[in-house]
C-alpha cells in the first residue's frame, strides 16, 4: 500500500508525501521519450518494417503514435511496449489538422518534416495552451529562407501554418541558442529531400548532446551526418533504411532523481540503462561523483550510493539543462552552495523553469539566488517544515522536487504532470522511499 496520499482542494490534485527516513531499492527505469520519438518519425521515413521495443507509455509518446495514421504511416501495437511501423518517405496525409499537445519533440521535427512535403491544402500544426508559449520562430524563419511558405502565431509560437511546402534550396542558416530541437528536426527532415542538405548555425548550440542523439540515431537507420562543432552540418542524399528491430533504452534524465536518491541515501538501482548510454543525460553521473556520490556499474544497471557528504559545485550545465533541475534541488542537501549557469534556455521550457525554482526552493527555506541565465542554492539555515510545490503544469518540477520529502513531509500540487514523460514515475518513487 502506498505511503502517499492523493486528495482534491478546490478541484485541484494534491499528493501528500510523508518524510521518509532514506531511499533505498532498485527500479527499473521507463524508456527515454527523446529517443522514442526519434525513432518513431525515423521508422515512419522506411518502407520496411520496423519493430520498436521499451516504447514508453508517456503522453509525449502516446500523441505522436496516435497521429501517425493521420500521415499514412501504418503503426500497430504488439504488446504494451512494443510497436511495429511501415513507413513511407512521402506521407498521404489522412488529415491537415495535427495537435501534438505539449510534446516538443514531436512538434518540432513534424514541421521541418511536413515542409518537404508539397501539399494541395494548408497543413496546421498546432498543440496545448502551454505548447502555444513554447517559441518555434527561429525554425520557421529557417525554413521561410528555403523556400517554404509557412507562417507561426504573432508571437513566434504554434499554431504553425504551412501553406506549400518542399525545400527549395539546400542551404540553411538557423539559430541554436533557444532550441537544439530546431536543429535535430532540420536534420531528420532533410533526407527526405533527396537532396545535398547544407545547415549553417549562427550562433552558439544550446543541450549539443541532444543533437549528437539525433545524428546517432539517423546513423542506426542508414542516413550519416557530417557535423563541423556544430556549426556546420551536411547531409548528403541518402535513405533511411530500417534496422528491423530497435529497442529504446531507459531514460537518462528520468534516471537522475534516482541517481541522487542514492546520493543522499542510498544504494539506489537503476535497471535499464548503463554507461553506454547514447543520452547526455548519462554524465549526470560524473556530476554524482563531483558531489561525493559513489557508482558502481554492470552491464544492464548503475547504482548509487551516498559518499561521507555531499558537496557544493559551481557548474555548467548547458548541455544537461533538465538534469540541472535535479541539481538545484541537490541544493537542499549539499555542505555548500550549488551554482548552476549557462541554461537560460531553461526559461521556455515547458514552464518558466528557472524562477519556478527559486520559488518552490525558498518553501524549504533555502536561500536561492536567482541570475539571468541561472540559480544560485543556498542550503536552508533552519528548514521549513510540509511546503506545498507548485508545479506549474511541469513534469520535471514534480519529479525533481519529489527528493524533499527526505527533509520533511510534503505535498505535490497536479501530480499527474509526470504523465508528459513518466507516468508510472510517484509508483516507482514509492519503490526505494522507507519510512
Known amino acids: 500500500m502506498s505511503i502517499f496520499k492523493r486528495f482534491k482542494e478546490s478541484e485541484i490534485e494534491i499528493l501528500y508525501l510523508p518524510q521518509v527516513s532514506s531511499f533505498k531499492g532498485e527500479v527499473e527505469i521507463i524508456g527515454s521519450k527523446s529517443i522514442a520519438n526519434r525513432v518513431i518519425y525515423l521508422a515512419s521515413f522506411c518502407s520496411e518494417e520496423t519493430i520498436l521495443q521499451n516504447v514508453p507509455n508517456s503522453e509525449d509518446v502516446q500523441v505522436l503514435l496516435s497521429i501517425l495514421p493521420d500521415l499514412g504511416i501504418e503503426c500497430v501495437k504488439e504488446n504494451e511496449k512494443t510497436y511495429k511501423i511501415k513507413g513511407k518517405s512521402k506521407f498521404d496525409l489522412k488529415n491537415h489538422y495535427f495537435n ?18 508539397n501539399f494541395h491544402q494548408d497543413i496546421i500544426i498546432d498543440g496545448n495552451e502551454q505548447m502555444r508559449n513554447r ?110 528491430k530497435f529497442w529504446i533504452e531507459g531514460d537518462a534524465t528520468a534516471a537522475t532523481y534516482f541517481y541522487t536518491a542514492g546520493l543522499i541515501s542510498g544504494p539506489v538501482k537503476i535497471k535499464g540503462l548503463n ?12 556530476i554524482i561523483k563531483q558531489l561525493g556520490g559513489i557508482i558502481e556499474y554492470d552491464s544492464q544497471s548503475i547504482t548509487v550510493k551516498k559518499g561521507n557528504t555531499i558537496k557544493g559545485i559551481s557548474i555548467d550545465m548547458n548541455a544537461m539543462p533538465d538534469a540541472a533541475m ?45 541570475r539571468k541565465d541561472g540559480l544560485k542554492v543556498y542550503p536552508p539555515e533552519k528548514l521549513k517544515e510540509k511546503p506545498r510545490i507548485e508545479t506549474y503544469r511541469d513534469h520535471r518540477m514534480a519529479m525533481a522536487f519529489s527528493l524533499g520529502c527526505y527533509l520533511t513531509e510534503m505535498e505535490i500540487i497536479d501530480p499527474d504532470c509526470v504523465k508528459k514523460t513518466y507516468p508510472d514515475y510517484f509508483l516507482d518513487f514509492f519503490k526505494i522511499c522507507r519510512i
Open 326 to 370: 535535479t541539481l538545484a534541488i541537490t541544493g537542499l542537501f549539499s555542505t555548500s552552495s550549488i551554482e548552476i549557469f549557462n541554461v537560460e534556455n531553461l526559461r521556455v521550457k515547458e514552464s518558466e523553469r528557472i524562477r519556478g525554482l527559486c520559488n518552490e526552493l525558498r518553501k524549504f527555506g533555502a536561500i536561492v539566488e536567482e
Open 275 to 286: 554507461s553506454n548510454s547514447i543520452q547526455g543525460d548519462i554524465h549526470y553521473l560524473d
Open 135 to 244: 517559441p518555434i520562430r527561429d525554425l520557421v524563419e529557417a525554413l521561410k529562407q528555403i523556400g517554404v511558405d509557412i507562417e507561426t502565431s504573432y508571437k513566434g509560437t504554434p499554431p504553425v501554418k504551412i501553406k506549400s511546402g518542399r525545400w527549395k534550396k539546400n542551404r540553411i542558416s538557423i539559430s541554436g541558442k533557444t532550441s537544439s530541437q530546431f536543429i535535430s528536426a532540420l536534420l531528420l527532415a532533410a533526407p527526405l529531400t533527396e537532396q545535398e542538405i547544407e545547415i549553417f548555425v549562427v550562433d552558439e548550440v544550446v543541450s549539443k548532446p541532444y543533437i549528437d542523439m539525433t545524428i546517432h540515431l539517423m546513423k542506426e537507420f542508414s542516413v550519416n551526418v557530417i557535423n563541423e562543432n556544430y556549426k556546420y552540418f551536411k547531409i548528403y542524399p541518402q535513405q533511411y533504411q530500417s534496422p528491423k
Open 100 to 117: 501534438l499537445e505539449n510534446a516538443g519533440t514531436a512538434l518540432r521535427p513534424l514541421v521541418a518534416i511536413l515542409s518537404t512535403q
